[in-house]
């Protein structure tokens, strides 16, 4: 299955679909980080913690340039 990132960087969703994500993780049994539920890196998550998450979309739109 693949993760918020992927599916976002793909062009597959928005990136408003990362609340839906966010409340999945929050509801699930998964013992990973929300940033590694997400697909972020750490300068993503980093971004998102520390600034906005518009900033953690920024970083998000320079992966999807440069691939």
């Known amino acids: 299955m ?5 599916l976002y960087l793909s062009g597959e ?7 839906d994500y966010v409340m999945e993780w929050g509801y699930s049994d998964d013992e990973r980080t929300l940033a590694q539920y997400l697909g972020l890196n750490a300068e993503e998550e980093d971004a998102w913690v520390s600034v906005s998450e518009d ?5 998000l739109d320079a992966r999807k340039g440069s691939s």
């Open 2 to 6: 693949k993760c918020f990132a992927e």
């Open 55 to 59: 900033a953690m979309r920024e970083l």
């Open 13 to 19: 969703i928005e990136f408003e679909d990362i609340d």
